[in-house]
């Protein structure tokens, strides 16, 4: 499941591979994107940058183009060599950037669409975005207070509010909540500044430890644990045992379109 981690990872791939490239072929099968490529067409702009703002991923072409892709449940980037095989069926592919040594793919992403730098910036799905942890300028003291804005909301719910706090899903909720040893029901305004604060730091030491390059190959893990079958802390563990306590991992689907939680009912009580 693509969270924050994912989309900075995808976004270095994507900016090694054609940053700083001319494009030489656009193709895709979204008609919102052949329009724009018809008026003004992609091939032979440059490929200026590739940027993650929290689950978005930004490709920002010469000539004021920037197109916004997000990844939801399935989608996902590849970069290939020209001639090279896909691994995703072509009936996946949404579309299609070509410089002259990469191919980048885009397969079911749902959310595509080109916005010139001004539409980006009054774009309120991206503008409203809270602090990226994961961001060079990330600001935990601003990610606490809009954290604290929220005081008689559920802990659960707050860290996957992407205008609160950008780039956390469920994944990296269950596992933030229980290194901080924070019941997933508490709500803000019983957690002190000082664990807030080291909810946030986890957040943010959790997420950086997935970005490097090797990660997909291992698996997405929290514990420091090499084997991959001790990844994660307390995700999709659902009635096996705590790794710190033994006691039965408890699993609900809880706030927001009904997500699944793990936590441990002995570590997590705060
Ligand atoms: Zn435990």
Redesign the pocket.
Do not use: E, M, Y
């Given at each position: 499941m693509p969270e924050g981690d994912t989309i900075h990872r995808a976004a270095a791939t994507l900016q090694r591979a054609i940053g700083g490239q001319i494009v030489t072929r656009f193709e895709s099968v979204l008609p919102k994107l052949t329009r724009v490529d018809a008026d003004a067409p992609l091939r032979g702009r440059t490929v200026d940058r590739v940027e993650a703002r929290g689950k978005h991923l930004l490709i920002w072409f010469s000539g004021d183009l920037v197109l916004r892709t997000h990844m939801r449940m399935n989608g996902s980037w590849h970069i290939y060599r020209p001639g090279e095989r896909w691994q995703r069926p072509h009936r996946d592919m949404r579309l299609v950037i070509e410089t002259a040594a990469m191919h980048a793919v885009a397969f079911t992403v749902p959310v595509a669409e080109f916005v010139t730098s001004r539409e980006l910036a009054n774009h309120d799905v991206v503008a409203e975005l809270g602090p990226d942890p994961l961001s060079d300028n990330f600001n935990a003291e601003e990610a606490i207070e809009r954290i604290q804005a929220h005081g008689d909301v559920e802990i659960t719910d707050v860290l996957l509010d992407q205008r609160v706090i950008a780039g956390i899903g469920n994944v990296f909720k269950s596992e933030v909540l229980f290194e901080g040893g924070v019941h997933p029901e508490t709500r803000v305004d019983a957690l002190s500044d000082a664990r807030l604060a080291e909810l946030v730091d986890i957040a943010r030491r959790q997420l950086a430890a997935n970005v490097v390059e090797t990660m997909p190959r291992f698996g997405r893990r929290t514990t420091g644990r090499m084997a991959i079958a001790e990844g994660l802390w307390v995700y999709g563990r659902g009635g096996r045992p705590?790794r710190?306590?033994?006691?039965p991992i408890t699993f609900a689907r809880q706030g927001l379109g009904a997500r699944p939680t793990y936590w441990?009912p002995?570590?997590q009580t705060a």
């Open positions: 705590c710190r306590c033994g006691t441990c002995r570590c």
